[in-house]
């Protein structure tokens, strides 16, 4: 088996306006009075850490990645997730002609790897998994679907 490899970013960034952020901010800032108005003070404080978190993701440029396919798995920067953790591969298009690769895991907390194809053909990156992992239509789960929705 050939090893494959390429980079590319994690996600699509898309620039966030300061609308974008305002819009953030008085929801969180609403909620959490209304939180403190139902007398949930925690819940209040979970709100607001919450929004701040998601502002400073939203502000984030994303990492340019290094994916391999090789003899032993799928390798995505520093870290090897072998075959034998890895069930099913699907590779989907998007309507924008975007490749993207679905790997099912057998891992509880991370069951998808989702790893956009760049530089290489997604026939190369079907060749190359069709030995080791079964071929199974997958989609994208919601959460990601969301995430990319609002612009994640």
Do not use: C
Request: no cysteine; glycine share 6%; hydrophobic share 45%.
């Amino acid at each position: 088996m050939d090893t494959i490899s390429w980079q590319g970013y994690e996600y699509d960034h898309h620039e966030k306006t300061g609308d974008w952020f305002w819009a953030l901010g008085i929801i969180a800032l609403s909620s959490a009075i209304t939180a403190i108005i139902f007398e949930n003070i925690l819940f209040a404080l979970l709100i607001l850490i919450g929004a701040f978190a998601v502002a400073l993701f939203a502000a984030k440029r994303p990492h340019l990645s290094y994916f391999e396919i090789n003899r032993r798995g799928i390798v995505v920067d520093d870290r090897l997730f072998p075959f034998n953790t890895l069930e099913s591969f699907w590779i989907n298009e998007d309507e924008h002609g975007h490749e993207t690769l679905i790997v099912k895991s057998n891992r509880v907390m991370m069951p998808y790897l989702i790893v956009p194809i760049h530089d290489v053909s997604g026939e190369e990156v079907h060749r190359a998994l069709a030995d080791q992992l079964q071929e199974e239509e997958l989609h994208e789960p919601i959460s990601h679907r969301l995430l990319e929705f609002f612009g994640f």
